[in-house]
């Protein structure tokens, strides 16, 4: 078989995440013979000799190569290397960690599935119909928000459940409905929106003319829906091993994901490595298994173009919808904006909503309302510039589609979180490793768009005109081809900003992004957890705004969608892009961008 | 005895494995219409794309108004172009959607550098007008306009670039037989007035026996035959 463009991009990526991983004792370029030291025995001096024994030790001082090649040899016996800070064997912290979050990926599969039945089934026994609002939301809702919110009310409030651990069956319930729910959502959402379509194609008429019974032509539907979701259903996947990071981290759970952001944390490098390569080869994996059970279903004479869905109807909105979430958050934001977020007052610590302080103060006597606008203009600043950022990228790999297919296939099988941890163990935590790692995975959908209107302006008849007139490439490359590109795929990229500042929001939770005492929200609500029992006003606040943030992503995308539907519905007027397409990928990537 | 306007010597087109122009020769001289005739797939618009150099030929020559074009590079080609201009099948497809009728046609000029702030418009204008068009259809969008209209400013657009010779393919296979005619007379007007050579495609016999000097027939590939209507 020859190598595609898109096999060796893949391939090539694949081999730059590892090495990225394999190498980061040696990228993060600061001296771990110091934390080494540290963590091994307090007392110590921190002496040149001792620290260079530490450093010989850890096999530091041989250069990058040689610590690739030891580590990528340890990695093929098995052995992933010693813990600098506890100095046992990585492999079993992996292993058990591993276990434990393959047990509540598990449990939130089943919570997946169970909500995506709830949601598809009135559509099946309608046989009409959408998922509608609810699953758009849950879809959109990210883990860490979600975790956050459960745990205030269920456990906290409520008393129901126990809030942390890993003892019992019990412990398991509220970390798995914060991951399992938007999975669900998303699911129950591409099935039940691409369900009605298929119903009404013609072998469905045909069908039920010839005799058969409802149950036989709505398996067959179901049948029919299915395969060509499946890659969509790898994404959920991979969704999953991203968002078990917050969860675990919020519910104290002994899993992989709390162990990588832990290792992270304490500069435990090895520690790090095998984590992140558990949860690399966990989605790899989970996306290989999705690909083999698509060729299951389809059989593998058909070409996956054969099966192809039929666009769904759009869920229209009403613009009042968005344009109302945008008022109450600007307003929210502008009122903050005016106020000093980082006032120290101690005499009113954790105050409760007055007219001094209109939705109270935090753990410091800090304003809530200012910290929430001031961290409202950076995130949204920030999510701006990573918007830019894709934009720029996906445009440009938009004319190279062989080679970006590759590329974009890693860079979707990456959740921002583990790339997050990744640049943070290389960089440290900071905005702009946040930023840059947000980035890094959120290109692809944009780059397929362009790529896809790329090859619809190249293919048409008035570009050969152009060529026919003399016009140079250039020429035909900034009047015609770009114009006809940038434009759709900026409002494409406008559309996911929400969900780009949600996954900066969900780094910033995590430690991952801004550092304290900067107002960035998901750090805010982060820091609010600690008094959430004394002040739950606090936490609520940012967990609002948050929500608002998701809804306005939601509801913004269906707007766009319902009135691209409108547009394209409009007789004479050939459209180019495809706007329904680009909204409802931004719905679907809010959910899997967190 | 003068070169021909065009002159085509074994021209070879490959997709692939497939030879869908196989050895194909013709002449065509200035203010003559040499149509080519035949079923559909049989190599006909290959031909014109591969006379156009739009896709480059396998084998074989194309000559010019003397010039020998296949052995030149895309650079150097450039600047001839113009001299020779397609007009494609689908009046909406050959037009940007994005652009008024105006700057459609102003466009050549612009992207050759022969545009002048002060008579551009007036030559826009005067080029609506030859083609059939009135001056306000010059702001609108392709989709607000008639097919046949459409066509029309395909038309004054390749005119714009002076050429010699109009390649085109199937130019009314996709109008109205009212709408036709009418297109059809403003291609034998332009030839009259300005001498054009026209290598026309078009599979429709009552058309062709209306406008040619001269019909190749093909079929996979190979000239079959070679006939005077008159």
Known sequence: MRPTAAGVTRALGLVAVLAVVGLLPWLSGRDPALTVLRARSAEQEPTEEALHAVRRDLGLDAGPLSLLGDWAFGLLRGDLGTSWVSGTDVMPSVASGLQVSLGLMAAALGVAVLLAVALVAPVVVRGRGSAGAFAAMAAALPEFLLATVGLLVCGVWLGWLPTSGWQGPEHLVLPAVALGVPAGGLLGRLVADALPAVLEERWVELWRGAGASRARVTAAALRRVLPPLVPQFGMVAVGLTGGAVAVETVFAVPGIGRTALGAARSQDLPLLQGAVLALLALGLVTGALAALVRRRLLGPALRDAGLALPPPRPVRAHPAVPAALAVVLLAAIGWGLLRDPYAVDTAVRLA??????????????????????????????????????????????????????????????????????????????????????????????????????????????????????????????????????????????????????????????????????????????????????????????????????????????????????????????????????????????????? | MTDPLLDVRGLVVRYGPVTAVDHVSFTLDAGETLALDGPSGCGKSSTALAVLQLRRPHAGRVRFEGRELTSLTDRELRPLRPRMQPVFQDPYGSLSPRHRIRDAVAEPLKAQGRWNADDGPARVAELLEKVGLDPSSGDRRPHELSGGQCQRAGIARALACEPRLLVLDEPVSALDASVRAGVLNLLADLQDELGLGYLFICHDRAVVRHVADRVIEMREGRITSEWRPR
């Open chain 1, 352 to 594: 409760p909503p007055s007219w001094a302080n209109p939705l109270g103060t935090d753990g410091l006597g800090r304003d809530v309302l200012a910290r929430l606008g001031h961290g409202a203009a950076s995130t949204v600043g920030t999510a701006t510039a990573v918007c830019l950022l894709s934009l720029a990228v996906g445009l440009a790999l938009g004319f190279l589609p062989g080679a970006a297919a590759g590329a974009a296939d890693i860079a979707n099988a990456l959740p921002p979180v583990i790339v997050g941890i990744l640049v943070a163990a290389v960089a440290g935590p900071g905005t702009g490793g946040a930023a840059l790692a947000v980035a890094l995975v959120s290109w692809p959908p944009l780059a397929a768009h362009a790529a896809a209107l790329v090859q619809e302006v190249r293919a048409s008849a008035f570009l050969t005109a152009q060529r026919a007139i003399g016009a140079s490439p250039l020429w035909i490359l900034t009047r015609h081809v770009l114009p006809s590109v940038a434009a759709p795929v900026a409002r494409h990229a406008l559309l996911r900003l929400p969900g780009i500042a949600l996954a900066l929001a969900s780094l910033g939770f995590l430690g991952l992004g801004a550092q304290p005492p900067a107002p960035e929200w998901g750090l805010l609500l982060d820091e609010s957890r600690a008094y959430v029992e004394r002040a739950p006003w606090a936490a609520l606040a940012p967990a609002v705004a948050l929500a608002l943030l998701a809804g306005l992503a939601v509801s913004g995308a269906a707007y766009a969608q319902g009135r691209g539907a409108r547009r394209a519905g409009r007789p004479p007027r050939r459209t180019v892009p495809a706007p329904r397409k680009e909204a409802a990928d931004a719905v679907r990537g809010t959910a899997v961008g967190v």
